[in-house]
């Protein structure tokens, strides 16, 4: 089971990668905003940044695809379910005012092609 901590370190990745992409997104603001112990980000993370990334742009493959799992089981038919998912994406679109995208997107952008773990 993961700890509280690295828990922590891969929500706020995976929100700072949504908002600011791989580049921009730094281990001293993730370790802030996580409220993380200094040391625990390579404890829980020994490959570093890129290990902390694969594992936030994981979680958000995973949360991603429950979400469209969930519209196709919900919605009577795929074009219903269709509608629902790209609803779902403006309602967040505009609840972010734009800020936050796709953090499989934004590290894919900005790092696939540098870092063999992101690819």
């Not at 980000?41 to 429950?66: C, I, N, Q, T, W």
């Not at 998912?85 to 499989?104: M, S």
């Amino acid at each position: 089971m993961a700890s509280d901590t690295r828990d922590r370190l891969i929500r706020t990745t995976g929100r700072l990668l949504r908002t600011q992409g791989y580049a921009g997104t730094g281990l001293n603001q993730v370790m802030a905003e996580a409220d993380a112990p200094r040391g625990s980000m390579y404890f829980h993370f020994p490959g570093g940044k890129e290990e902390l990334a694969a594992a936030a742009v994981d979680l958000f493959a995973e949360r991603a695809s429950a979400r469209l799992d969930r519209q196709l089981t919900e919605n009577d038919t795929v074009c219903e379910a269709v509608v629902a998912i790209f609803d779902g994406y403006v309602e967040h679109l505009d609840r972010t005012d734009y800020r936050e995208g796709c953090a499989v997107a934004s590290v894919a952008l900005d790092a696939a092609s540098e870092h063999d773990a992101l690819a």
